[in-house]
C-alpha cells in the first residue's frame, strides 16, 4: 500500500502559466481533500470530493479546479498561477464516517 | 466564525512534558483530533477523542477535552528530540467529512 501519492513533489512556475497536480490514494476511500498550506495560517480546505464524481467548493477555492477522475485519482488545476497561491500542497484521503484523513506528501509550488 | 485557534510555539526540555493547547469553536463537532506533521512530511493522525469523553490516554499522550469552555489539550509526557513537530487540533465540521484545522503548534525540543 503506497497510502496517498502525490506528484510532483516540487514545482516552480511563472506568473500566468498552468499546471495540475496529481494525487492518487490506493486505500479505496470514498472521501478526498486538497489543502493549502500557509506559514501561521494551518491547513486550509480548497476542494473536497465526497465521492466519485462530485465535487464542492472549501474555505479557498478560488483560481483552483478540480477533478475526480475516478475513485482513486483527485487532481488539482492551476489555471494561471498567481504569485499568492505559492504555498505547500496536500492532498488527503479518509473512508466513510471515520474523519481520520491521511496525507500525501505534499507539493512545493512557487510561482514567480 | 469556524477558526480554531492554538498558539504558534512551544519550547520544551527534553524529558519535561509538553502542553499544547487548542480552542475550537463548533460544539456539535462529534470527533477531535491531534494530528502530527515533521519536517517536510504530511500530516498524520496522532490520536483522537469522541466529544462526550473528556480525556483519553494513550502511552505518552493524554487528550484533555472541556466541552464547556470548548477547549482541548495535548499533553506529551517526558518529551524526546523525535517529538519536534508541528502539531494541529482539528475538529469536525457537523455532519460532514470536513476537518477544520488549528493553526498549529510549533514544538521544539531541546536537550
Known amino acids: 500500500n503506497a497510502g496517498v501519492t502525490q506528484t510532483p513533489k516540487f514545482q516552480v512556475l511563472k506568473t500566468g502559466q498552468s499546471m495540475t497536480l496529481q494525487c492518487a490514494q490506493d486505500?479505496?476511500?470514498?472521501?478526498m481533500y486538497w489543502y493549502r498550506q500557509d506559514p501561521g495560517m494551518g491547513l486550509r480546505l480548497i476542494y473536497y470530493?465526497?465521492?466519485?464524481?462530485?465535487?464542492d467548493k472549501g474555505e479557498v477555492p478560488n483560481g483552483y479546479n478540480v477533478s475526480r477522475l475516478n475513485k482513486r485519482e483527485f487532481s488539482l488545476r492551476l489555471e494561471s498561477a498567481a504569485p499568492s497561491q505559492t504555498s505547500v500542497y496536500f492532498c488527503?484521503?479518509?473512508?466513510?464516517?471515520?474523519?481520520?484523513?491521511?496525507f500525501g506528501p505534499g507539493t512545493r509550488l512557487t510561482v514567480l | 466564525g469556524e477558526d480554531v485557534e492554538q498558539s504558534l510555539f512551544l519550547s520544551v526540555r527534553e524529558g519535561d512534558s509538553s502542553v499544547i493547547n487548542c480552542t475550537y469553536t463548533?460544539?456539535?463537532?462529534?470527533?477531535l483530533y491531534w494530528y502530527k506533521q515533521e519536517p517536510g512530511a504530511g500530516l498524520q493522525l496522532l490520536t483522537y477523542?469522541?466529544?462526550?469523553?473528556d480525556m483519553k490516554q494513550d502511552q505518552r499522550l493524554t487528550v484533555l477535552l472541556n466541552k464547556k469552555d470548548k477547549h482541548l489539550s495535548l499533553r506529551i509526557a517526558d518529551t524526546q528530540t523525535g517529538d519536534s513537530a508541528i502539531y494541529f487540533c482539528a475538529e469536525t465540521k457537523y455532519n460532514t467529512d470536513k476537518l477544520i484545522f488549528g493553526t498549529g503548534t510549533r514544538l521544539q525540543v531541546f536537550p
Open positions: 477523542i469522541f466529544s462526550n469523553m
Open positions: 470530493s465526497a465521492s466519485e464524481g462530485t465535487t
Open positions: 488527503a484521503s479518509s473512508g466513510q464516517g471515520s474523519g481520520e484523513q491521511f
Open positions: 486505500m479505496n476511500h470514498n472521501s
Open positions: 463548533d460544539s456539535s463537532s462529534t470527533y
